[in-house]
C-alpha cells in the first residue's frame, strides 16, 4: 500500500535560511507526488507536483522539490525562508489512475524573524 | 478566475441537528471530493463523484452524506453531527486525464462547530 512519511512535524528556520522539508514515500509504481501548502484556516494549495517529466520541480513562491526514486524520496526546499512561509506543508501521493490522494502527517514550518 | 468556492467559511449547528455545506465550482472537473481535516491533521477522504457516480470511502461514518445535482454544485449533508464531527472539512475538484487524474485543487474549507 502506499504511503508518505514526513520527518518532523515541526521544522524551525531563521528569515533568509534554507528550508527543507523531507518527504519519504513508498509506492509499487511510478507515483505522482504533491506538496501542498496550508495557511491557517485556509484550504490547501497547490505548491508543485512531479509527474515524471524532470526530477526537479519548480513551483510557487520560489520552492522546489526533487524527485529521488533511488532514495523514495521527494524533499522540498527554498533557498530563503520568508515570514510569510509559515505553514503547514503536506506531501502527498497518487499511484497512475487512482483518484485518491495519500497524504503524509504534515509538517509545520515556523519562520523567526 | 475558476476556482472552487465554498460557504459558508464558517458554520455552527447544535449537536444533531442535521447541517448541509456546499460547493461550487467553476472549473467544469468531472471529479469532486470531500475532505474531513481534524486540528493538526492531515485531510482525510469522505468520498467523491466521478461524474455521476458517488464512491464512498469504507470507513466513512453514515452520519455523512453527499449530493451533486450537478457538475459545478456538492454538498456534505451531516444528517445528526456530534461534537467529534467539528472540524475542517475541505471540497477539492479534479479533472480526469488519459492515464490518470490532475491535480486536485481545493477550496479555502468549511469550518464546523458543534454545540
Known amino acids: 500500500a502506499q504511503s508518505v512519511t514526513q520527518l518532523g512535524s515541526h521544522v524551525s528556520v531563521s528569515e533568509g535560511a534554507l528550508v527543507l522539508l523531507r518527504c519519504n514515500y513508498s509506492?509499487?509504481?511510478?507515483?505522482?507526488l504533491f506538496w501542498y501548502v496550508q495557511y491557517p484556516n485556509q484550504g490547501l494549495q497547490l505548491l508543485l507536483k512531479y509527474t515524471s517529466a524532470a526530477t526537479l520541480v519548480k513551483g510557487i513562491n520560489g520552492f522546489e522539490a526533487e524527485f529521488k526514486k533511488s532514495e523514495t524520496s521527494f524533499h522540498l526546499t527554498k533557498p530563503s525562508a520568508h515570514m510569510s512561509d509559515a505553514a503547514e506543508y503536506f506531501c502527498a501521493v497518487t499511484e497512475g489512475s487512482s483518484y485518491k490522494l495519500i497524504f503524509g502527517s504534515g509538517t509545520r514550518l515556523l519562520v523567526r524573524p | 478566475d475558476a476556482m472552487v468556492i465554498q460557504n459558508p467559511r464558517y458554520q455552527v449547528t447544535q449537536f444533531g441537528k442535521p447541517v448541509t455545506l456546499s460547493c461550487s465550482q467553476t472549473?467544469?472537473?468531472?471529479?469532486m471530493y470531500w475532505y474531513q481535516q481534524k486540528s493538526s491533521q492531515a485531510p482525510k477522504l469522505l468520498f467523491h463523484y466521478y461524474d455521476k457516480d458517488f464512491n464512498n470511502e469504507a470507513d466513512t461514518p453514515d452520519n455523512f452524506q453527499s449530493r451533486r445535482p450537478n457538475t459545478s454544485f456538492c454538498f456534505l449533508d451531516i444528517r445528526s453531527p456530534g461534537l467529534g464531527d467539528a472540524a475542517m472539512y475541505l471540497c477539492?475538484?479534479?479533472?480526469?486525464?488519459?492515464?490518470?487524474?490532475?491535480?486536485?485543487?481545493f477550496g479555502p474549507g468549511t469550518r464546523l462547530l458543534v454545540l
Open positions: 472549473l467544469n472537473h468531472n471529479v
Open positions: 477539492a475538484t479534479s479533472r480526469e486525464i488519459q492515464g490518470g487524474q490532475e491535480t486536485q485543487y
Open positions: 509506492s509499487s509504481v511510478p507515483p505522482y
